[in-house]
């Protein structure tokens, strides 16, 4: 598949990049500056497209069959800005799939965002964006994958995991691990028209998507 990566210079996309580097996928690493793209490249990009997501990005969807939504402002960063990225990006994103015919999309969420009300102040507009921009999603028609990670970590990866549609307990999971996840619900059907909260468990990654 020709696959694109919506906010490539991210710490989950670039291990997403790195993990798609080992299939037979073609992969777009959409980013924001010409300078990023050498060290996408490194990391296994086989080209990229310098876009902004505040601005335009429709074009960059025309001959993909896959896009992965990892782009994020990060749960610091106040509501305007979580909302024109993890809000409207995620949209424009969806639109522009479905324009250019892309039917797959996988959209890396957060858990908590089922009931985001109940989540720390600080974090509320976090995850009151990202249930919106999943729900637009949900209702697009796409071919679409939710995926849900619980608090993320930089350590390095396991391979095993705990998903399911929903978890009753939080925990963590390296953001090598979740690119992992992504990487694997790609070649997974039955991970389509799904949604799962995700953190570190002790089950392979293929098996536990299997049980979705």
Request: charged fraction near 30%; aromatic fraction near 4%; charge should be negative.
């Amino acid at each position: 598949m020709n696959v694109l990566v919506i906010g490539a210079n991210g710490k989950i996309a670039r291990h997403l990049v790195e993990e798609l580097k080992k299939t037979e996928h073609h992969v777009t690493a959409l980013i924001r500056k010409e300078e990023q793209s050498e060290e996408l490249k490194s990391l296994g990009a086989d080209e990229t497209a310098v876009r902004d997501l505040e601005g335009d990005i429709s074009d960059a969807f025309a001959g993909k069959d896959a896009a992965v939504f990892a782009a994020g402002s990060g749960g610091h960063t106040g509501p305007d800005k979580t909302t024109i990225i993890d809000l409207w990006g995620s949209r424009k994103s969806v639109e522009a799939a479905k324009a250019h015919g892309v039917k797959r999309f996988i959209q890396v969420s957060s858990m908590n965002t089922d009931e985001p009300e109940n989540g720390p102040e600080k974090m509320r507009h976090y995850f009151i964006a990202k249930r919106v921009a999943d729900d637009y999603l949900e209702e697009s028609g796409l071919d679409y994958t939710i995926v849900r990670p619980g608090m993320l970590t930089n350590d390095d990866p396991s391979g095993t995991v705990e998903l399911k549609q929903k978890l009753n307990e939080k925990g963590e999971i390296p953001r090598a691990d979740v690119a992992k996840v992504i990487a694997a619900s790609l070649d997974t059907p039955g991970t389509i028209r799904k949604k799962f909260d995700l953190i570190s468990g002790d089950k392979e990654i293929i098996a536990a998507l299997n049980e979705l």
